[in-house]
């Protein structure tokens, strides 16, 4: 009885600490995030674009409070700024795995645009103009590189053409460098 509630109280002393720092298990809620959108409709009526996330990918989902502080702790990593309901982060999400894998890439971040306002903190401080998504390389705590993704407008529900698959590809992968 002893050992079971030494492992419980570890486990919630484990649990309590590690939800300060990531929000959500690594992979998981990214998928799901994105996921979970598949075959569902915007308030348009239009479909989302179908993705395919393995449940292992590298993604780690925190907020922008999260990624101030690492930061400002000058720290040095990767950075995937979307959101899921939007058709430009959906539609490269395919080509970002891509990179991703070839690159070795083992831990990326992914705040959720969603809620931020014009004057969100985060995006003043990288001072970049994030208008759909954004892959950020961030080299002790200052932006190294950058893709803001797709250069051309689609319709919702346009897959990627071979060149606009290679030029993104490319484009990530000069970040990743």
């Given at each position: 009885?002893?050992?079971?509630?030494?492992?419980?109280?570890?486990?919630?002393?484990?649990?309590?600490?590690?939800?300060?720092?990531?929000?959500?298990?690594?992979?998981?809620?990214?998928?799901?995030?994105?996921?979970?959108?598949?075959?569902?409709?915007?308030?348009?009526?239009?479909?989302?674009?179908?993705?395919?996330?393995?449940?292992n990918?590298?993604?780690?989902?925190?907020?922008?409070?999260y990624?101030?502080?690492?930061?400002?702790?000058?720290?040095?990593?990767?950075?995937?700024?979307?959101?899921?309901t939007?058709?430009?982060?959906?539609?490269?999400?395919?080509?970002?795995?891509?990179?991703?894998?070839?690159?070795?890439?083992?831990?990326?971040?992914?705040?959720?645009?969603?809620?931020?306002?014009?004057?969100?903190?985060?995006?003043?401080?990288?001072?970049?103009?994030?208008?759909?998504?954004?892959?950020?390389?961030i080299?002790?705590?200052?932006?190294?590189?950058?893709?803001?993704?797709?250069?051309?407008?689609?319709?919702?529900?346009?897959?990627?053409?071979?060149?606009?698959?290679?030029?993104?590809?490319?484009?990530?992968?000069?970040?990743?460098?």
């Amino acid at each position: 009885m002893k050992k079971i509630s030494i492992f419980v109280l570890i486990l919630i002393a484990f649990f309590i600490v590690g939800c300060n720092e990531l929000y959500e298990f690594p992979g998981m809620a990214f998928e799901s995030a994105f996921e979970s959108l598949n075959k569902a409709r915007d308030k348009n009526g239009k479909e989302y674009y179908n993705v395919s996330i393995d449940q292992n990918n590298p993604f780690i989902v925190v907020d922008d409070n999260y990624i101030k502080k690492i930061i400002n702790n000058k720290e040095s990593f990767y950075l995937f700024i979307g959101n899921p309901t939007n058709y430009y982060s959906r539609v490269v999400l395919d080509t970002l795995l891509k990179s991703i894998k070839d690159n070795k890439i083992e831990k990326i971040f992914f705040v959720d645009s969603a809620n931020f306002k014009e004057d969100n903190d985060l995006v003043q401080s990288l001072k970049i103009d994030i208008a759909k998504s954004a892959l950020i390389s961030i080299k002790d705590g200052k932006v190294d590189k950058y893709s803001l993704g797709l250069k051309v407008d689609k319709e919702l529900n346009d897959n990627l053409t071979t060149e606009e698959s290679t030029e993104l590809l490319n484009d990530y992968n000069n970040v990743f460098k």
